[in-house]
């Protein structure tokens, strides 16, 4: 009898009703079971006051995810959106193809995050029916126009500049070879750069003008820098010493500050408004859903304070 009762007791405890959202129910049961991976990590720890309190608020927080859950799943029902085990299982195939997993590996990628491959099944059919659920009662009202995007554009201008870049051609001399007397027969006019990299150069590029290719302005060493200051594209500098040679720069061209056009950018502008528009539609919509639900706390311990949002 005394076992029965510590049972049944045990029982009570672990259904207990936490609050209840229309004619849903939340227990202590549901709340354990979405707080178990974090209770894995810290099982048999000893946790001190501050870890308790911060505890305590993480299962407030998932507590309120999970009321939040059940107003989606009651939407969801309320208006007849299915999302199939065939939807779910295309979904698993593409994660697998695109990151090379057989089943096992996938088995272990999802264990990363303390679940198993139903829990995850789990998890995204109910991600799949929530962006079915925007959709069905967001994306009808979000317009983004062409004005909104051009200003968008306007504003974050800085993020569409690219860095100044220099497209440079190097000679680098040998020890008998002066730099200062081929910089003057290339000024003189009696070489080409190009034909003084053919001639003397036993560095790179000696094929193609002793060009290296187009490189960040920024990324450049101090001293090729100072070599570069104030020169323009076919200017030589002044000699400088590079790998332990005498050495030329020229600056075949120069790309100063850039602004990206706005047709390369524009897609991606959209999609940015779309979503920002999206959740804070979604938002206003969560926000009415939950005031205009009947949410009950049954007990105190587990209202939200200020720190948690309801």
Do not use: C, H
Not at 139 to 158: G, H
Not at 249 to 260: G, Q
Request: net charge negative; proline share 3%; no cysteine.
């Amino acid at each position: 009898m005394i076992s029965t009762a510590q049972a049944w007791a045990s029982e009570t405890v672990i259904n207990r009703i936490l609050v209840k959202i229309n004619d849903n129910i939340i227990t202590e049961y549901d709340l354990d079971e979405e707080m178990k991976p974090i209770l894995e990590k810290i099982k048999g720890r000893q946790l001190s006051a501050a870890e308790k309190k911060q505890l305590a608020n993480v299962r407030k927080q998932a507590l309120n995810n999970l009321i939040n859950q059940v107003l989606v799943d009651q939407e969801v029902a309320r208006y007849g959106i299915d999302v199939t085990d065939e939807d779910i299982d295309k979904e698993i195939k593409r994660v697998k193809d695109e990151q090379g997993l057989d089943d096992a590996g996938f088995e272990a990628l999802v264990a990363k995050d303390g679940l198993t491959v139903d829990d995850f099944r789990v998890k995204l059919k109910k991600l799949f029916e929530k962006q079915e659920l925007i959709g069905y009662m967001v994306n009808k009202k979000v317009l983004v126009t062409d004005t909104e995007i051009e200003e968008e554009y306007n504003n974050r201008k800085d993020d569409y500049t690219l860095d100044k870049m220099v497209e440079l051609a190097i000679i680098l001399l040998p020890s008998d070879i002066s730099a200062v007397e081929v910089k003057e027969r290339i000024n003189d006019g009696e070489l080409t750069f190009a034909e003084a990299v053919s001639k003397y150069s036993v560095g790179p590029g000696a094929d193609s003008g002793g060009s290296i290719g187009e490189v960040g302005y920024a990324d450049l060493a101090e001293d090729w820098k100072n070599a570069l200051k104030g020169l323009k594209p076919g200017d030589v500098s002044e000699p400088l010493t590079i790998q332990g040679k005498e050495a030329l720069l020229s600056p075949v061209k120069i790309s100063e500050d850039r602004l990206v056009p706005l047709d390369e950018v524009r897609d991606g502008i959209y999609q940015e408004l779309m979503q920002k528009k999206r959740d804070t539609i979604f938002t206003e919509y969560f926000d009415k859903l939950k005031q205009s639900s009947v949410i009950v706390y049954m007990d105190d311990a587990t209202k939200p304070d200020n720190g948690v949002s309801q």
